[in-house]
């Protein structure tokens, strides 16, 4: 880990420009009849290109809600987000629709792959979405498969793979519009220890070679080890830096 340290927006990593996400004073309350729950108070960060954060917090802490907001796929209450200079906290519902599409590969804890599609189907939707001609889909799926590893389960429909190599489809499926930024969510949830830490291994390498930045809630202490660095929630707050 390069630092760990929780971010008030003015911390960076070394040798970078200016960031990709910029995240400032978010909020965001869920409302159920008369029960209020404030799941994000106050949450500041920015992250740069190529990093890979990890949020970690208890069950319930508001990583979820956080990476959700970050992602587009949900408005806060207060606050703003902006990713590759977009207001995502700002856009409309189309706009947000494209910036999710082309700027932003999402990974879940259920790796949410279509189980009638092959694995190769599964890594082109993202590209058939951007209508990218046929011959260069082809070429990109079958290098996003070699890179997770899965050149030769091409064929296969989710059901005859192990839950680590459906996990590996999402993630080449999450890279396959060259997002800048990728959101994931518990991505080991699902998995023994051994095929997590071997996801979490491929999830560094793409950051590293594909140039991304990653946000990855996690309660998995082998991310942790290999996040640039660690944001820690704690009731819908980052906790403070650990003093050195
Ligand atoms: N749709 C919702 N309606 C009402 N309350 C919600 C909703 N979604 C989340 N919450 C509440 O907001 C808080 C933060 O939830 P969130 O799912 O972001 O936490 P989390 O850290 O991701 O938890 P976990 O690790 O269990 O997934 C919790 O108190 C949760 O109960």
Do not use: C, W
Not at 33 to 48: I, M, N, Q, R, T
Not at 99 to 113: A, M, T
Not at 154 to 179: D, F, T
Not at 188 to 214: F, K, N, P
């Amino acid at each position: 880990m390069k630092q760990q340290v929780t971010d008030n927006g003015t911390e960076r990593a070394p040798g970078e420009g200016g960031p990709l996400v910029t995240v400032d004073g978010l909020r965001k309350v869920y409302r159920t009849g008369p029960k209020e729950v404030v799941a994000l108070h106050d949450v500041s960060f920015a992250a740069y290109p190529g990093e890979l954060i990890a949020v970690r917090g208890r069950s319930g802490s508001g990583k979820t809600t956080l990476l959700n907001l970050v992602g587009g796929l949900d408005r806060p209450d207060g606050g703003h987000v902006v990713v590759a200079g977009h207001p995502v906290t700002e856009m409309p519902e189309t706009a947000l629709l494209e910036l999710r599409r082309d700027v932003i590969g999402f990974i879940f804890q259920s790796f949410g792959l279509v189980p009638v599609l092959s694995a190769a189907e599964n890594v082109g939707i993202p590209l058939r979405l951007a209508r990218t001609p046929v011959a260069e889909r082809e070429e990109r799926v079958s290098m996003l498969l070699s890179m997770v590893g899965l050149e030769k389960h091409a064929n296969q429909r989710p059901y005859e793979l192990s839950g680590g190599q459906q996990q590996r489809v999402a993630v080449a499926r999450a890279l396959a519009n060259r997002p800048r930024l990728l959101v994931a969510d518990e991505p080991t949830g699902q998995l023994d220890s051994q095929t997590g830490r071997q996801i979490m291994q491929l999830l560094r390498a793409v950051v590293r070679s594909e140039g991304v930045t990653a946000l990855v809630a996690t309660h998995d202490p082998s991310l942790i080890t290999l996040a640039d660095r660690v944001l820690e929630l704690h009731d819908g707050t980052f906790l403070p830096p650990p003093t050195p």
